[in-house]
């Protein structure tokens, strides 16, 4: 089965600093997605960024990127140029591209932000 | 802007009562999840559909939480009869086959 492990359950990061997020996942899959979602205090999941196991490229959305190392199974999120509004709990989450294309999640990683 | 709807967004309850939640999925996604979210255990599959089958529930606890899709507009959650270790964020979400899901704003469950 597979798993997502998040080992940093908090960080933080002052605004306009770096921070990267820590994951790593265990599957015997070669095809299959990856994503990161965030949870602010609304409760509401937004996903941040996905990322194509199939993909060597990684991806990118504005001030969120990935760092996808997939032989080593990892994929840690970096946030450039922090925001207070980045403060929530990322979620890594796993999806096989086979047929049973359950999304598994971390335990999450709560990011504080400071002025 | 296309959504994943889900009502209520709050209920408070009494123990032993019904309670059922439902979802409203994005047009022309065909796959549809429940999940649940508390503190100790994070985020918990419950159960899953593709093309309105189920797929798997293995993570409900079968003699009191029931799920389905009756069309393809509508996933319900059901709860009877209810606890207090039942309170908790439910959320629905939906996607394609292959791909990102879409979350609901999630229905906060207490059970008294």
């Known amino acids: 089965a597979q798993t997502v492990t998040q080992s940093q359950p908090e960080m933080s990061v002052q605004e306009a600093e770096t921070v990267t997020l820590s994951c790593t996942y265990d599957t015997s899959e070669s095809d299959y997605y990856l994503f990161w979602y965030k949870q602010p205090p609304s409760r509401q999941m937004i996903l941040v960024i996905r990322?194509?196991?199939?993909?060597?490229q990684n991806a990118t959305e504005n001030r969120f990127s990935v760092n996808f190392q997939k032989a080593a199974k990892s994929f840690s999120l970096k946030i450039s140029d922090s925001q207070l509004g980045d403060a929530a709990m990322y979620f890594c989450a796993y999806r096989s591209a086979y047929n049973t294309d359950k999304l598994i999640f971390g335990t999450g990683t709560r990011l504080q932000v400071f002025p | 802007d296309a959504r994943v709807t889900q009502t209520p967004r709050h209920k408070v309850t009494e123990m032993g009562q019904e309670v059922t939640m439902r979802c409203q999925p994005i047009l022309g996604h065909n796959t549809v999840f429940w999940y649940r979210q508390t503190m100790m255990q994070g985020l918990e599959l419950l159960a899953y559909?593709?093309?309105?089958?189920?797929?798997?529930d293995s993570g409900m606890p079968k003699d009191r939480f029931s799920a389905e899709m009756p069309d393809a507009t509508l996933a319900t959650l059901k709860i009877q009869p209810s606890e207090p270790r039942d309170s908790a964020v439910y959320f629905c979400?939906?996607?394609?086959?292959?791909?990102?899901?879409?979350f609901g704003e999630g229905s906060r469950l207490t059970v008294l």
């Open positions: 979400a939906s996607g394609l086959h292959t791909g990102e899901l879409f």
């Open positions: 990322q194509e196991a199939y993909k060597q």
């Open positions: 559909f593709r093309n309105r089958a189920p797929l798997d």
